[in-house]
């Protein structure tokens, strides 16, 4: 597949500037950066030589604004639309590249949840054959993953051409994944993050949001505990995923999707996190939100000793006797952490089942996309008795879920050490 020249409409937005970054670097293409107005366009174009490091690119990008639209798709290999997730807004662009387009050209959209089988009904007989959706992750540079999302209409051999193209010229883990809300990495990583919330409102007399991210910090796995992760991607983005997938969707979870009423309250004030340094945590002032007072209060340090003991193991490379703290300690913080972690990994296993080609997809998916351990490798760590023990007698799953998930003998993909960090 040879794309010469890529027009991305919303290329102003983060993940716009950083697509664009990716395309004109790693795919040497032409790309139009499209954006309300030229500033914005121009604007996208510097950011976007700073995140990939390589102001070179700069040659490559090419500033547009909405006048010039119809030129930019007529002349495009590549269509992508990275435009906010409002669906009317969406499909006015996408009939316009169905209006324009050529007939070798393939579109896309860049959405975390809106239903591509949607966005294909307005594209005509031919056109459907070559739109899919195409999910990159934030940042692009950082984030490799890529779920490639075909609508019932695309052809076969235009989404594996699109597929090797990602793999082998932009340098990306694809996985294909099945049309449907939140599709797989956003489903299993906003599952946990969102339960994490609720838990955080279960738990605000003993602290809420900072307790629980203290409770899952690096050492679970992870480079930015749960809760801070929904801060620094914005709440209102949060909100709107969830949201979708909880109406949407009614799996085993469903309820674990449910915003907590705290996280609205602040989203209604304008609270919505690191980008306008107000949200679950203020940044400037190393101050979080206490859900039981309804204030800003000092990060507390909690005196947790299992963590410290978890810590003090991994920083001497003793993985297996670090997460053996976590197994065996009967605090009720440790008791959380092991339950999240085993519900974690149960169900990114499920719901890759249902809608991965594979289901260790679900390993790229969340080393890939959001940079925590995987599933499988998190199995290995613990260990499959233990897995199905937690399962069975804290977690109160049926035996025979249980048997689905952990009586197959599946290798992991990746080494479980290069997650688990030695700190909180």
């Not at 779920?147 to 051999?157: A, V």
């Not at 082998?168 to 049309?179: A, E, F, G, S």
């Not at 009720?332 to 080609?357: G, M, T």
């Amino acid at each position: 597949m040879d794309i010469k020249t890529v027009a991305v409409v919303g290329a102003n937005g983060t993940l716009g500037v950083g697509v664009s970054a990716i395309f004109a670097s790693f795919g040497d293409a032409k790309v139009y950066m499209v954006s309300r107005t030229l500033e914005k366009s121009n604007q996208a174009i510097i950011k976007a030589g700073k995140s990939v490091k390589a102001n070179s690119i700069i040659d490559n990008m090419v500033a547009k604004d909405y006048s010039e639209i119809e030129e930019c798709i007529k002349e495009s290999d590549l269509i992508i639309e990275t435009i906010a997730e409002e669906l009317n807004a969406k499909k006015q662009i996408h009939e316009t590249i169905n209006k324009y387009m050529k007939n070798t050209a393939i579109a896309s959209s860049i959405t975390s949840g809106i239903s591509i089988n949607e966005l294909s009904k307005c594209y005509n007989e031919e056109n459907k054959k070559r739109f899919m959706g195409i999910h990159f992750f934030n940042p692009p540079y950082n984030m490799l993953l890529c779920e490639l999302i075909p609508s019932k209409y695309t052809d076969k051999n235009v989404e594996n051409d699109v597929k090797e193209y990602l793999e082998k010229k932009l340098i990306r883990k694809v996985i294909k994944v099945k049309d449907g809300p939140g599709f797989l990495a956003n489903r299993i990583g906003f599952q946990f993050i969102n339960q994490a919330m609720q838990y955080a409102d279960e738990y605000k007399n003993q602290g809420g949001i900072d307790y629980i991210d203290t409770i899952l910090g690096a050492f679970t796995g992870r480079n930015m505990s749960p809760i801070a992760t929904a801060d620094f991607v914005g709440l209102d983005v949060h909100k709107a995923i969830v949201d979708n997938i909880y109406a949407n969707t009614n799996d085993y979870l469903h309820e674990s999707f449910k915003l907590p009423h705290y996280v609205n309250k602040l989203i209604e004030r304008g609270k919505i996190g690191a980008k306008v340094d107000d949200g679950l945590y203020k940044y400037s002032g190393s101050l979080v939100y206490d859900i039981k007072n309804d204030e800003y209060r000092e990060i507390r340090k909690y005196d947790i000793p299992f963590i410290d003991k978890v810590i003090e193991n991994f920083k001497v490379g003793d993985y297996k006797e670090g997460i053996n703290v976590i197994i065996k300690d009967k605090s009720s913080e440790a008791k959380i952490c092991r339950n999240l972690l085993v519900s974690y990994i149960i169900y990114s296993i499920s719901i890759s089942k249902q809608i991965a080609e594979n289901k260790t997809d679900c390993d790229i998916a969340m080393a890939e996309g959001f940079n925590w351990i995987p599933p499988y490798s998190l199995i290995e760590l613990i260990g499959k008795e233990n897995c199905k023990e937690i399962a069975l007698n804290e977690l109160k799953y049926s035996k025979s879920k249980v048997k689905e998930i952990f009586d197959e003998d599946i290798a992991a993909k990746y080494r479980y050490e290069k997650f688990m960090k030695a700190k909180r």
